[in-house]
């Protein structure tokens, strides 16, 4: 029932003939997405696919904003495979970005894996990170409390969700799973926590690979996921009630 009254439109698949103008395509729609104050989800597929979304925040805004990446992996390669755009790179161009100062706008959550050319950037910068021992060890509402404390600053947050940061047993349908992620529920706790105490201007569920796991497990996380922030942000701008 709450969720007949949403309004969701499905703007369907982006088709561009190469990378370059797919990037481009995804970053001009969802720099009107923002600019229209329109909150949208967008689901992959590679986590490349964050790239042009986080870009097309950035143009739409006049500000900084936040991105909290809930993940097994930083993403923070200056390239992987010889590729700035890859999967293991999206947020080291996030850093590129203009309405992105520096580290501080970003908060990673789950990570449980490091690549050297990340633990070389690690090492020289600081990073706000709470990764899948310490989510386990102080508990989810604990490591939500202080990623609240750092992205509170920001008018506008994203949230870029690649589904490994579950445990494999709980989203075994994935590329780069990795043993000892989080849990379902302390996903959902968290989920819950940081659309009720920040602005989450649109999120993304990326990295769902159905076809390598029959059990679907990772695509019926997927969908939980999407359903559970669907209804917090419904929630919260009133078209549901408390």
């Known amino acids: 029932e709450s969720f007949a009254r949403l309004n969701v439109y499905d703007a369907g698949d982006f088709k561009g003939s190469n990378r370059d103008e797919l990037f481009e395509e995804i970053t001009e729609y969802v720099c009107d997405l923002i600019k229209n104050n329109i909150f949208f989800t967008a689901v992959g597929g590679d986590h490349s696919v964050t790239?042009?979304?986080?870009?097309?925040?950035?143009?739409?805004?006049?500000?900084?904003?936040?991105?909290?990446?809930?993940?097994?992996?930083?993403?923070?390669?200056?390239?992987?495979?010889?590729?700035?755009?890859?999967?293991?790179?999206?947020?080291?161009?996030?850093?590129?970005?203009?309405?992105v100062e520096g580290t501080d706008n970003?908060?990673?959550?789950?990570i449980r894996s490091i690549e050297p050319d990340e633990y070389a950037f690690k090492e020289k910068n600081h990073i706000n990170v709470q990764n899948?021992?310490?989510?386990?060890?102080?508990?989810m509402e604990k490591v939500a409390e202080d990623v609240v404390a750092k992205m509170s600053k920001f008018n506008k947050v994203?949230?870029?969700?690649?589904?490994?940061?579950?445990?494999?047993?709980?989203?075994?349908?994935?590329g780069t799973p990795q043993f000892g992620g989080l849990y379902s529920r302390q996903v959902l706790?968290?989920?819950?926590?940081?659309?009720?105490?920040?602005?989450?201007?649109?999120?993304?569920?990326?990295?769902v690979a159905p076809e390598l796991d029959p059990s679907l497990t990772s695509m019926f996380a997927a969908r939980r996921i999407i359903t559970e922030s669907w209804g917090h942000y419904a929630r919260k701008i009133g078209k549901i009630g408390e």
Do not use: M
């Open 189 to 207: 706790e968290l989920l819950d926590i940081l659309f009720h105490k920040l602005n989450i201007i649109a999120f993304d569920v990326v990295e």
């Open 51 to 99: 790239i042009p979304i986080e870009a097309g925040i950035d143009r739409a805004l006049d500000e900084q904003f936040g991105i909290i990446h809930i993940d097994a992996h930083f993403d923070l390669c200056d390239t992987l495979n010889d590729d700035p755009l890859s999967h293991g790179s999206v947020e080291r161009r996030a850093l590129d970005l203009k309405n």
């Open 132 to 139: 899948a021992y310490n989510c386990h060890k102080f508990g």
């Open 158 to 174: 994203y949230i870029t969700f690649d589904i490994d940061c579950l445990d494999p047993a709980f989203a075994a349908g994935t």
């Open 106 to 110: 970003l908060y990673f959550v789950g």
